[in-house]
């Protein structure tokens, strides 16, 4: 089992540009929960998707959108990259009947000039 | 008021001693309490979750709630160097869709473990 995956591992970007994050779930599990991680800070909830459609969101700006497939495999997009969006972004992936057994994938740090 | 406060640290203890992680919380409705590892530059690593109130034991670590007082413990028995890491607790009010299944993390305490 390979766990969660994400892709890619490290991406550096301009203001204003738009970036594209993947991942990959763990096998057996059909939801897939986005977080933002900033320096020293603990993980913060961006949106989750389940059954393709997100199901719940956190405070977060239309900026940030998403999508899941029917494979269960998730994207999360940005646009209008702003410097305060550089961060280690986090896919975890879960049952949809043990929403708190969370696993994460390593990670993408996303820095923007 | 944060949802939930979590010292940061970081904390240094000699290999062998106990640890004692400690995270309180304002909202009565959170009932999913978890503790995550995270090592450097990875994604944080579930250790253990409690439902509700109590004690729950697994090797070296012990997660204990206390609902009452708002406030949840891992214990690290016989620590060692490879547990240091960042230790993150986290909350959520319930297991199924809805705004209450969203985990909310602490902001993690930085542990080392001095050989």
């Known amino acids: 089992d390979a766990g969660v995956t994400q892709s890619p591992t490290h991406l550096i970007k301009t203001r204003g540009q738009q970036v594209t994050l993947r991942c990959s779930p763990k096998s057996g599990h059909d939801t897939v929960s986005w977080y933002q991680q900033a320096l020293g800070q603990g993980p913060q909830f961006i949106f989750q998707y389940y059954e393709e459609e997100e199901r719940q969101r956190g405070n977060f700006p239309d900026r940030f959108s998403g999508h899941q497939f029917p494979n269960y495999s998730s994207e999360l997009n940005v646009n209008a990259l702003l410097l305060g969006d550089s961060a280690l972004y986090l896919c975890?992936?879960?049952?949809?009947?043990?929403?708190?057994?969370?696993?994460f994938g390593p990670g993408t740090r996303l820095t923007v000039l | 008021q944060k949802e939930v406060e979590q010292d940061p640290g970081p904390l240094s203890v000699p290999e062998g001693a106990i640890v004692s992680l400690n995270c309180t919380y304002s909202?009565?409705?959170?009932?999913?309490f978890m503790w995550y590892r995270q090592y450097s530059r990875k994604g944080p690593e579930l250790l253990m979750y409690t439902y509700s109130s109590g004690n729950k034991e697994d090797g070296r670590f012990t997660a204990q709630v206390d609902k009452s007082s708002k406030y949840i413990s891992l214990f690290i028995r016989d620590s060692q160097p490879s547990d240091s890491a960042t230790y993150l607790c986290?909350?959520?009010?319930?297991?199924?869709?809805?705004?209450?299944?969203?985990?909310?993390f602490g902001s993690g305490t930085r542990l080392s473990i001095r050989p």
């Open positions: 975890a992936s879960s049952p949809s009947r043990g929403l708190n057994e969370q696993f």
């Open positions: 909202n009565s409705a959170f009932q999913y």
């Open positions: 986290a909350l959520m009010q319930g297991r199924r869709y809805s705004s209450a299944s969203k985990i909310i």
